[in-house]
């Protein structure tokens, strides 16, 4: 019987001195040892881009799952549990097959040095391998080139979501160069939908595309979506769909929608899958409304939203989200990594913020602490305190404004650990 899945997860963690580690050696080396599991995924739709590849995710197995397709997803990080990221023909992966999975990839590895994602990667193409579906959908970790999951040769569709400056350290300080390293999962005859880009971004996509023969459908060349009379509309050269907006908040979300339906259609799914990915994904701390658990009862009367953007365009994201909310003063809640962009971040928020809280990210080593967000807001122009605790701050708020909005933004980490707490 293996252990359980958290011991053998934190001995994964020591089998390299980085994290984060970019190159396909280490994951191909273990792959040929178990056997070559990524020649024998069921078909895949491999999506990278800077924001909004979770969510395109979420709505894809929707449609799939309402055509009634068996439907594999990996995607990370984690929110509650590392479990999330692995999903079997449509659920969570079972601890003991979690467990079995991750235990035959470190005997295999024979203690060589790999990096977490890779090792665990490996371990979700075995469980993929292994359990009959009709889809595999995998969502890049982190660039597309030198990812973990970079390692398939012909995957059935490709897509790229839009492109922004983030992970500087690791992709590139130009958008060009992130664009290349998104880029990186085209394949030679492998379609790939493209979602909303900046030019000089398109300009790098397009240049790979054409040396690779890789079709491409870009929005706003081969499909449209947008908003209309509060509709989602979407048309490509199949013809026209009239749809209701998505269940997922804010309006980045329709170009998000757009990118999953162009999909969708391109792999012969009708009207009734496209409408399901629309209003039936379910993606958590994509402003998730906190309706239950220990904070919305420490504020009954309050309106809490959660939140895991963390880039300069999840700012943006996040502050359009706020303006088509109805007017109310809207209080943050932030704790972000030291490796992000935080002014960045802040600026366009500052329009909406009438407060802002800051905390620190428990456990994370690369947190900014909170007097560094407080000073970071301050300087963007936003009244800023701090608290010891997300629970505090909410005390905090909601002793002077019982009723007042507050949202819990700044990284996936932050939001990860508010679930975990919040119960």
Request: charged share 20%; aromatic share 4%; hydrophobic share 45%.
């Amino acid at each position: 019987m293996p252990q359980p899945s958290d011991e053998i997860l934190t001995r994964l963690l020591a089998l390299h001195p980085k994290i984060i580690d970019l190159t396909l050696d280490r994951v191909e080396r273990l792959l040929a040892a178990l056997g070559h599991p990524e020649l024998s995924l069921p078909p895949v739709v491999h999506i990278a881009g800077t924001n909004g590849k979770g969510s395109t995710q979420a709505m894809l197995r929707a449609g799939m799952e309402a055509a009634g397709r068996r439907v594999h997803a990996y995607t990370s990080p984690h929110l509650a549990r590392f479990h999330e990221r692995i999903r079997l023909a449509g659920e969570i992966i079972p601890e003991p097959q979690l467990a079995s999975l991750l235990e035959e990839c470190e005997q295999v590895n024979l203690a060589h040095p790999i990096t977490f994602f890779e090792i665990t990667t490996c371990a979700a193409f075995l469980g993929f391998a292994r359990t009959p579906a009709d889809f595999t959908l995998l969502e890049v970790g982190l660039g597309g080139r030198l990812d973990a999951t970079n390692v398939l040769p012909r995957p059935r569709l490709t897509i790229i979501t839009p492109v922004s400056i983030d992970h500087q350290q690791y992709l590139g300080d130009t958008l060009p160069e992130i664009a290349a390293e998104k880029a990186g999962i085209l394949k030679r005859g492998v379609p790939c939908v493209v979602g909303p880009q900046e030019n000089d971004a398109l300009e790098v996509i397009t240049a790979r595309a054409t040396r690779l023969g890789a079709p491409l459908l870009v929005h706003a060349q081969h499909w449209q979506v947008f908003e209309e009379r509060g509709r989602l509309i979407f048309q490509d050269e199949t013809g026209l769909l009239d749809l209701p907006l998505p269940n997922l908040p804010g309006p980045h979300q329709i170009q998000n929608a757009g990118a999953a339906l162009a999909a969708l259609r391109h792999l012969g799914f009708d009207s009734a899958a496209c409408e399901a990915a629309v209003t039936r994904a379910d993606w958590p701390a994509r402003m998730q409304r906190l309706r239950q658990g220990q904070l919305a009862e420490a504020a009954p009367d309050a309106e809490l939203w959660l939140d895991g953007g963390h880039n300069p365009a999840g700012g943006q994201a996040l502050a359009a989200t706020l303006a088509r909310m109805p007017r109310r003063p809207t209080h943050l809640i932030v704790g972000m990594l030291n490796t992000k962009d935080i002014a960045g971040y802040l600026r366009p928020l500052v329009a909406q913020a009438a407060t802002l809280t800051a905390v620190s990210i428990p456990g994370e080593a690369n947190t900014l602490t909170a007097e560094q967000t407080q000073a970071a807001a301050r300087a963007a122009g936003i009244a800023a305190s701090t608290a010891e605790s997300v629970l505090a701050a909410v005390k905090m708020i909601t002793a002077t404004e019982p009723r007042a909005r507050i949202l819990i933004c700044g990284s996936l980490y932050l939001a990860g650990g508010v679930l975990r707490e919040n119960g």
